[in-house]
């Protein structure tokens, strides 16, 4: 998750002060406060430190729902069907240009409630089925709202993307009430984690041609289903391990 750039106290004080002076030249008055001015710039940003707080905390609270069930898994299934768990909380820029781009109010109550990615949580899984358990056990909890699900694993995105997304509302517990926040899980293997990270990559590299980027596409697509049929043997490997039945191809 990326963190926002600190400033001392320090630092504050000499941008009020300077920003005041300005004001001052402006209205045409002598009179101004580089105290007061700063307390009405740290009160302003007050609900939008108390927005970005809230997803952090929503994030801990799925994370801590997945540890449990890796813990619990290892004992019943002789395994950690979680590789890593990766969270972030979007930055400035990303939500600006988000609420830009679908024309949303600019106002906190708007973005919480039309953007459903401010935080995500990406788990990383050994095996296909695992993915699939570990979602079924995520929604069973009492306290998690499943608001949204997407299956791009049995549903494939053209470029050959694989994930299981899901969007949920998990309850924080603030100092005087319960609110409940949205999340972006995505559940993935391995394989896909991979492929993922590196179309990433190469896809959003500048100054390619239109041929250079339609070769591209048909090879990352190619690159997708060689990575689905990695992870369809390895599971089948594993079951062998285990003495169930295999699955087909």
């Known amino acids: 998750m ?31 406060n580089p105290e007061m001015f700063l307390d ?10 108390q927005f970005f707080a809230n997803y952090a905390c929503a994030i801990m609270e799925i994370e801590t729902k997945f540890k449990v069930l890796n813990e619990q898994f290892s004992l019943k299934y002789d395994g950690n069907p979680i590789e890593s768990i990766h969270s972030r909380v979007k930055d400035y820029d ?64 053209p470029t050959g993307y694989r994930s299981l997304h899901l969007i949920v509302a998990v309850p924080i517990f603030l100092e005087n009430e319960k609110k409940m926040v949205k999340v972006e899980v995505q559940l993935r293997t391995i394989a896909m984690d991979f492929w993922a990270s590196l179309e990433h990559k190469l896809r959003y590299k500048k100054n390619m041609s239109p041929e250079m980027l339609e070769m591209l596409s048909k090879e990352l697509t190619d690159c997708a289903e060689i990575s689905a049929s990695l992870d369809s043997r390895m599971q089948n490997v594993r079951h062998l391990l285990s003495g169930s039945d295999v699955t087909e191809d």
């Open 2 to 32: 990326e963190g926002k750039a600190s400033f001392s106290h320090d630092d504050w004080i000499d941008t009020a002060d300077r920003v005041a002076k300005e004001l001052s030249v402006i209205t045409g008055s002598g009179n101004y």
């Open 40 to 49: 009405l710039i740290q009160e302003s940003l007050a609900p939008v430190d």
């Open 94 to 157: 990303s939500i600006i240009r988000k609420v830009i781009r679908k024309n949303i109010p600019r106002s906190l109550e708007a973005i919480e409630e039309q953007i459903n990615d401010v935080a995500g949580v990406r788990v990383v899984c050994s095996f296909v089925e695992d993915i699939y358990r570990l979602a079924d056990c995520l929604l069973q909890q009492d306290d998690i709202v499943l608001i949204r699900r997407k299956d791009y694993i049995q549903n494939p995105k």
